[in-house]
């Protein structure tokens, strides 16, 4: 299923992962990168690389934190520009799975994985 999102998102040039990230800093705006891996159960490491392409492009930015000792990033206007073309990439997809699986599988499903991902944690 992830592909079928990803194939979606690629229409407007962004990946999965990047779209996540886009949205989690758009809730958390500005966000220090380590609290920002901490809310997406990240990696820093693997926040990081993410990062590094969005920033290029624009979407984000890094910015002094408030003790000027720390950086935070921030999400620029062209990033939300991006976010706002991959939120309709992602309601589209979105319709699409809910019209082939039905909304009850979905909703079970969304059930299942919920379960999995609050059992990571104690199982790690």
Request: overall charge positive; proline content about 4%; charged content about 30%.
């Amino acid at each position: 299923m992830g592909r079928h999102y990803d194939a979606e998102l690629r229409k407007v040039g962004l990946r999965m992962t990047q779209f996540w990230v886009l949205t989690q800093i758009l809730e958390h705006d500005p966000a220090r990168p380590c609290d920002l891996a901490k809310a997406m159960a990240l990696e820093p490491s693997t926040l990081t690389r993410t990062l590094k392409p969005l920033i290029a492009a624009g979407w984000l930015e890094l910015v002094a934190g408030a003790d000027r000792r720390t950086r935070s990033v921030r999400i620029t206007s062209s990033g939300r520009m991006k976010r706002a073309e991959g939120l309709r990439r992602w309601q589209s997809a979105d319709a699409r799975v809910r019209e082939l699986l039905g909304a009850e599988n979905v909703k079970r499903l969304d059930g299942v994985i919920e379960v999995g991902l609050g059992a990571l944690p104690a199982a790690g």
